[in-house]
């Protein structure tokens, strides 16, 4: 065996500066700097501050929505969908004079969640979802009204973009549906905006704002600082929106099939603060109709049930991650409640396989007889049991030309490495922990970073070869880690040395696909309470596989964060999620250092679908059964798939 040895240098923790936002001085030209997608970071808790003279108003509020219903004169059944909702103010005032059918559909997580929490505590009746409105996630003809209020309308890079989400408009309008904008009024404003202003929008918060028209004049930029007066600036931001006119933008609405436009006057909110209402000064209320024929229907297939072939890990071979290489009795009462779970759920007819031996025949075989509409993958033992040919079964269903649930081949190599991974992560801003690489044939190395340590194989899921002895607090320790990594995986794998972070150990589960349809799962943390405090606090391969060990006392609960923390988490979460190609539902790995800060450690996409397993635990945390998580797994799978179709 040969033995690892360090070099001499003592190790020494690299000196840090204290990271800290760069922020821009005098600009000389604000539409350089708006990014294409501003909206998509833009809403969050400053904006709710900043504009929170009209957003956060309720007199504001109902007098709004006073003048749209003496417009549009709906009744109390219509369904009507809030596009571009935000925070829900005017779906939740709708709820609370008795409308019984509110949906509000917006880009912004956080706005989402905000608006979830107050219909939840008001106990408000109306449906909130993420999703992109160039991309409504509803049906042909699903809404008598669909309004687009709060100069929500022309964020959008180019017009054409604003087209798509009228013309979206247009096809979830039921026959004769209304559409109502509230936009800003173009041609008052290219004449009349303020260059410079400042305001307190607290007693702490204060912020400056300039403005200009772009190189075409057609969008009006904005750069907004705020000041916190403790913390210096704490955001400078820049975004630009489309000035429309009544004449431009009757066009555009007869462009997306729209007809009997009609202008309501000009709407200016009663601001108490009456300080810089910006885009919000002056605008146009624009009401349209959606003269249409019904959607055909398509004719219903002589089957009514969709065809589900469900793949599993083969349990007649051998599986060197489990602790007695074989599927064991456990194994087979998870897949018993798997298939109990599944065979509640409606509408679907499910078959299994687990015969990898003749896999490839068996599905050729099913599909040929046309018994296949989707394949459910939850093979995460991989090919014939073995953990890196987990991407060679969604290879073989693309190569047979079968849909089927999670990622795909490229996202399942991506993130089996948990180098690679770490080096996406930085690329984009997201924080992990301090690590270094050893190849193969490496038998010196150099820590750059203080003990404790944690040692794990490279390659590899399921903590498999992350054990209690994995946490090390010297060289020698290390040394056998490592030397006890390559006993059991072979030499020829790389090993992977990161600092052990010691605040909570986090998980975040996301079922659906970001951005347009998704759910983010309540945030879980090991709860290492009942475990004894001469152990190091992991998740490893004791805590998943041997429970007679202390490490079977590690619960799951809640994690109690801080709003800025867990909203940076879900934010970082679904940046990877999109980056990676993860599908349908995927799990992230975080811990929190000793002053709080979260770092990523891995991503698994394709997680452990078990009944007891974190995703699952996450599920019951927000009401949703492990039968509704698997089945809302094959709906987003069904919903990614339909729109891969049409596009």
Sequence with gaps: MTELSPTD????????????????????????????????????????KTDGDVVDDSSITSSEIDSFLTILKPSSDDRILDLCCGQGRHSMELSRRNFQNIEGLDRSHYLIQKAKSIAKKEDLKVKFKEGDARKIPFSNDSFNI?????????????????????????????????LLIQVTDGEYLKEHFLPRSWEWIDKKHFVCRERS?????????????????????????????????????????????????????????DSKRNQDLGMMERCLTVTAVAKKEWTPVRKKERRQLKKVVVLLGDPSKTD???????????????????????????????????????????????????????????CDEGY??????????????????????????????????????????????????????????????????NFPVIIKPNLGDSSFGITQRSVANNFEEIVNAISEIREKFGYDKPILVEEFLTGKDLSVGILGNPPESYNVLPII?????????????????????????????????????PENTEKFIIECCLKLSERLECRD?????????SKGIPKLLEVNPNPGWCWDGHLAKMAEFAGISYGEMLKLILEASEQRLSQSKTT
Aim: net charge negative; proline share 6%.
């Design 146 to 178: 669909i309004m687009v209020l709060g100069n929500s309308f022309g964020y959008f890079d180019t017009i054409q973009d604003d087209l798509r989400v009228l013309k979206e408009v247009f096809r979830t309008l039921k026959p004769w549906g209304k």
């Design 9 to 48: 240098k003592p190790p020494q923790r690299k000196k840090k500066s204290k990271e800290r936002k760069s922020f821009l001085g005098p600009v000389a030209d604000l539409e350089q700097h708006v990014r294409p997608d501003w909206w998509s970071k833009i809403f969050n808790y400053l904006y709710l």
């Design 585 to 593: 539902y995927c799990r992230f790995d975080w811990r929190l250092d």
């Design 384 to 449: 014939d049991n073995e953990a890196r040919k987990e991407l060679h079964v969604p290879s073989l269903l693309e190569m047979i030309n079968l849909p089927y649930t999670g990622s795909g081949p490229q996202c399942l190599a991506f993130c089996y490495d948990k180098s690679l991974v770490r080096g996406i992560a930085r690329e984009m801003g997201i924080p992990v922990p301090e690590a270094f690489f050893i190849k193969p044939n490496d038998v010196i190395f150099e820590l750059s970073f």
């Design 320 to 378: 060197p991650l489990k602790p007695s290489a074989i599927f064991d009795d456990d194994d087979l009462y998870t897949i018993d409640q798997l298939k109990e779970e599944l065979g509640e759920l409606k509408n679907y007819l499910f078959s299994y396989l687990n015969n990898h031996d003749n896999l490839i025949n068996d599905l050729i075989k099913l599909k040929e007889k046309d018994k296949i509409d989707i394949v459910f993958n939850l």
């Design 525 to 561: 943390m090991a709860d290492y309470s009942d475990l004894p405090e001469d152990l190091p606090k992991i998740c490893g391969y004791e805590s998943k596989w041997l429970p007679d060990t202390p490490y079977w006392s590690i619960k799951s609960v809640p994690a109690d964060l």
């Design 213 to 269: 028209l772009s190189l075409d004049k057609q969008r009006l930029i904005s750069r907004e600082v705020v000041t916190h007066i403790e913390k210096g600036i704490i955001a400078d931001q820049f975004y630009a929106e489309r000035l429309y006119s009544q004449e431009n933008l009757s066009e555009l609405l007869t462009a997306a099939g729209f007809s009997e436009m009609t202008f309501h006057g000009i709407m200016s909110p």
